[in-house]
């Protein structure tokens, strides 16, 4: 009612000076005004809400870390306790060896020993004197690896097997071999690896042309493993 009246009121102003147009405009404004300050209370309104939801969230969120940083920290610690030393808790299925140069081994002139003390896998198979010895027959493959000097003399590098079957010596599974016409220090890597039917009691060796010529400085250079596939 109120309203009305002072629109009446100037609508007889405008009566004697300029048209109507104004005055509605400026009841339309009223309006919207009014209606411009509900959708502020809304928004200012909505804007807490996100706000206190996002606290919620950020509150939420740091309990989830908390959490999770507290079951990584006790698996680090089951990981770490004498209870399960690391790689004896999932043994293989199957027969696996895999073996290491190390500061323990004393080579033989040609046929390669392997470290004991550097941590070998070693999985139903034995290890003597440079030798795997198989003890369930079967397919496996077999592979080393040597770091070595060049020299003007060739270097060779096998994995022979000696077999109860084959009275007449080892048998030759694998062989690299490198001829350089340089000498010096200069020194090179040579990979073997094949797969062979191995029976029970057959020994897998490596064989070298001169075992002197290995190069020795990390125990992971020189290696040696077989694994039944
Ligand atoms: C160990 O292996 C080397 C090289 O094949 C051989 O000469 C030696 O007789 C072996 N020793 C034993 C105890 O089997």
Known sequence: MAERGHCSAFVVDTHMIRPAVPPRLKKGGQRSLSA???LLFLLVALALCGMIIE????????QTEQISSATISKLLADETSPTRPPGEDLPPSKPVAHLTDGADVEHHKHVMRWSMVADPILHKMKYENGTLIIQEEGYYYVYSKVFFFLSSESFTHEINVKTERYTGG???????????PRSGRIQSNSFLGGVFHLYKNDAVYVHTSNTARIARHKSVENVFGAYMI
């Open 170 to 180: 080892s048998i030759l599974l694998l062989q690299s071999r490198n001829i350089s």
């Open 36 to 38: 411009a300050q509900t």
């Open 55 to 62: 606290a919620c969230f950020i509150y939420r969120l740091y």
